[in-house]
Every structure is written in structure tokens, then in C-alpha cells.
């Protein structure tokens, strides 16, 4: 037993190549002669068709399958036993030679839409049934679940809007006398130029917009609304390091006082490349907010189950004394 891929065939009368094609849905042929030399580039039925191509035409159909039968890359094994040549064709070979094994993947079986109506049927009646139940403490935690595979959903769609940090240029903050300072601040409330932050927080269109105002003036005025206690100053921190802009002062009223620097030259990029876009910032922002308020109602739900627990210990205690004090006063 050997394997082989391609051979090279002698020229056959009439008869023997008739008596070949007629046998070939067999898996056995009869050797009447040498039909088999050593391995070559061209197939059987490429030599064949060069030397008699008159002959083809009554098996047309025939002699198309055994052409895409021998230009497929399966591995032909050669067998011969008692003057008896059989061919069996192996797995189908890769680029390397090597038999490529198939994929035993788990064929999922496909609903119908009326079981996924029916399924859906079923959680919609469950649901109801533990909203409706008249037990406080299943109505509770099916709200709890709830709220919980919710707060989670939200952690996880807020993940793809972190945005990697670019690593930070070195450059040198200018450093300003008190005097220089209080101009600046006098100069700032002054002017009328203003950049507004919103709910969107910071994003590339604020950035954006600080150069522009740079262009011709010296200071402008960063409004911050509505803003969180606490928050501005982490907007005044975060523009200083998109911007290079010095912060010169942060007014109560939430506003935030930006001075360009004297060796101010406007960047090719303005919008920094590791921010969001306005439409971004805006999901992201719908997505914080409701994270924000599923968060409140997770914690008003554990403080009602929490309330629950202690009046059913309260009424328990309450139930356990009061044979006792029925014995007593009789």
C-alpha cells in the first residue's frame, strides 16, 4: 500500500479506455496492463484530452466528474491485491500536505417564532406572577435582580467609551508672578468670551473651541453648568492637561479662568485625539445618569427589604410573648 497524488498514463486504444470509464463508479479495477508510471505534473485526463479529444464526447457527463474528481487536493491510496487495483481517496489535504481535520461544531437548533412567543409568554406571566405576589419580601428582590442585571449592563456599555490616555508631553509650565496673575484674573472677568461645558462634560469640541478663543485672546472663561459639587476642579485639571492652558482661577459660581501662556503656539491638531466626540460624550453621559439613578433605587430597595426583615422579627417577638402574658394575667 502506497499513497500517491498524480500520475502519468501511456496511450490507450479505444477499447481499454471505454472499459476504464465504464468501471469507474467501481471501486475495483482489473491491471490487463501497465496503466501506472512514476508521479508527474499532469493528470490523467489532461494527457488523455491532449492526445484523443475526439473521444470525449460521448461521456461528457461522465468525464466531468472524474476532471473534478482529479483536480480536487484529496489524497489517492493506491491498493493492489491479487492482480486487483483498487483506489480509495483520503481526506482532503492543506497546503502543507497534512489532512485538514473538520469542524465538529454544535449545531444549534433554530426556533420557530411561535416558541420564541411562547417563551417569551412564559418569563412576561412569570414576571407578573412575582410582581403580583402577595408575599412584600418576592416582590422586593424580583425588583432587587432587576435593578442589579440592569446596574450591570450599564458598568459594561460604559466600558467602551474609556478612552486611553495619550502618554503626556513633556513641556514647562510658565511660571507667573501674583501680579501677573491678579491682571490675568481682572482681564478674564472683564471679557465676554466664554466656553460653556454642559452634560456632555469635557470632549474634543470643548478643547476645540479654547484654541479658538486663544486665537485672539489671552484668557477665557471655561462655564461649567451644570456641574456637581466637587466637579469643577476636576474639569479645571483635565482642560489644563488637553490644553496646556494655565488655570489662573476657579470662581464659585462654577466658572474657570484659563490663561493661554506667552509662548503660545496653536497646535495642527486642536481637537485632541484622545477625547470623545459630542455624540459620544452624550451617550456616554445618558449612560451615567441612568447608571446613577439605578444605583439610588438599588440602595432605597435594600433599605425596604432591610425595614421588612425587622418588622417580621418585630411581629414574631410580638406573637411568641403574647401567650405568655395571656398566662399570666389569668
Not at 420564541?116 to 406571566?125: C, G, P, V
Not at 435593578?147 to 467602551?160: N, T
Not at 501674583?178 to 491682571?183: I, Q, R, S
Not at 474639569?235 to 483635565?238: R, S
Given at each position: 500500500?502506497?499513497?500517491i497524488?498524480?500520475?502519468?498514463?501511456?496511450?490507450?486504444?479505444?477499447?481499454c479506455?471505454?472499459?476504464?470509464?465504464?468501471?469507474?463508479?467501481?471501486r475495483?479495477?482489473?491491471?490487463?496492463?501497465?496503466?501506472?508510471?512514476?508521479p508527474c505534473?499532469?493528470?490523467p485526463?489532461?494527457?488523455?484530452?491532449?492526445?484523443?479529444?475526439?473521444?470525449?464526447e460521448p461521456?461528457n457527463?461522465l468525464?466531468k466528474?472524474?476532471h473534478t474528481?482529479?483536480?480536487?487536493n484529496?489524497?489517492?491510496?493506491l491498493?493492489t491485491e491479487?492482480?486487483v487495483?483498487r483506489?480509495?481517496?483520503?481526506?482532503?489535504?492543506?497546503?502543507?500536505?497534512s489532512?485538514?481535520?473538520?469542524?465538529?461544531?454544535?449545531k444549534?437548533?433554530?426556533?420557530?417564532?411561535?416558541?420564541?412567543?411562547?417563551?417569551?409568554?412564559?418569563?412576561?406571566?412569570?414576571?407578573?406572577?412575582?410582581?403580583?405576589?402577595?408575599?412584600?419580601e418576592?416582590?422586593?428582590?424580583?425588583?432587587?435582580?432587576k435593578?442589579?442585571?440592569?446596574?450591570?449592563?450599564?458598568?459594561?456599555?460604559?466600558?467602551?467609551f474609556?478612552v486611553?490616555?495619550?502618554?503626556?508631553?513633556?513641556?514647562?509650565p510658565?511660571?507667573?508672578t501674583?501680579?501677573?496673575?491678579?491682571?490675568l484674573?481682572?482681564?478674564?472677568?472683564?471679557?465676554?468670551?466664554y466656553?460653556p461645558?454642559?452634560?456632555?462634560?469635557?470632549?474634543?469640541?470643548v478643547?476645540?473651541?479654547?484654541?479658538?478663543?486663544?486665537?485672539?485672546?489671552?484668557?477665557?472663561?471655561?462655564?461649567?453648568?451644570?456641574?456637581?459639587?466637587?466637579?469643577?476642579?476636576e474639569?479645571?485639571?483635565?482642560l489644563a492637561?488637553?490644553?496646556?492652558?494655565?488655570?489662573?482661577?476657579?470662581?464659585p459660581?462654577?466658572?474657570?479662568?484659563?490663561y493661554?501662556g506667552k509662548?503660545?503656539?496653536?497646535?495642527?491638531v486642536?481637537?485632541?485625539?484622545?477625547?470623545?466626540s459630542?455624540?459620544?460624550?452624550?451617550?456616554?453621559?445618558?449612560?451615567?445618569?441612568?447608571l446613577?439613578?439605578?444605583?439610588?433605587?438599588?440602595?432605597?430597595?435594600?433599605k425596604e427589604?432591610e425595614?421588612?426583615?425587622?418588622?417580621l422579627?418585630?411581629y414574631?417577638?410580638l406573637?411568641e410573648?403574647a401567650p405568655?402574658?395571656?398566662?399570666?394575667?389569668?
Open positions: 500500500m502506497f499513497q497524488t498524480h500520475y502519468c498514463v501511456k496511450p490507450l486504444p479505444l477499447h479506455f471505454l472499459t476504464y470509464i465504464t468501471c469507474t463508479n467501481q475495483s479495477y482489473k491491471a490487463d496492463g501497465p496503466l501506472l508510471e512514476g505534473k499532469s493528470s485526463l489532461n494527457s488523455l484530452m491532449v492526445q484523443r479529444p475526439d473521444m470525449f461521456h457527463v468525464l466528474l472524474l474528481r482529479y483536480m480536487s484529496a489524497s489517492i491510496e491498493k491479487n492482480d487495483v483506489f480509495s481517496i483520503g481526506k482532503q489535504l492543506d497546503k502543507n500536505g489532512p485538514t481535520r473538520g469542524k465538529k461544531g454544535v444549534r437548533v433554530k426556533m420557530s417564532k411561535k416558541a420564541k412567543l411562547n417563551e417569551l409568554r412564559f418569563y412576561r406571566l412569570k414576571a407578573k406572577k412575582k410582581m403580583r405576589s402577595p408575599n412584600p418576592v416582590r422586593i428582590r424580583y425588583k432587587l435582580e435593578a442589579k442585571r440592569k446596574e450591570a449592563w450599564l458598568i459594561e456599555k460604559l466600558r467602551k474609556e486611553p490616555k495619550a502618554p503626556a508631553e513633556i513641556y514647562d510658565e511660571i507667573l501674583e501680579e501677573e496673575k491678579f491682571y484674573k481682572r482681564t478674564g472677568e472683564k471679557k465676554k468670551n466656553v461645558v454642559g452634560r456632555r462634560g469635557v470632549f474634543g469640541g478643547v476645540l473651541n479654547m484654541h479658538l478663543h486663544w486665537k485672539n485672546h489671552e484668557t477665557v472663561k471655561v462655564i461649567c453648568k451644570p456641574c456637581k459639587p466637587g466637579q469643577v476642579h474639569y479645571a485639571e483635565e492637561r488637553l490644553s496646556k492652558g494655565i488655570v489662573i482661577d476657579i470662581k459660581n462654577n466658572t474657570i479662568i484659563f493661554r509662548n503660545y503656539v496653536r497646535p495642527e486642536m481637537s485632541p485625539l484622545d477625547t470623545l459630542k455624540a459620544k460624550a452624550l451617550e456616554k453621559y445618558r449612560f451615567e445618569q441612568s446613577e439613578h439605578t444605583s439610588q433605587f438599588i440602595e432605597k430597595l435594600e427589604l425595614e421588612y426583615h425587622k418588622h422579627a418585630r414574631r417577638k406573637k410573648n405568655h402574658d395571656s398566662v399570666v394575667n389569668t
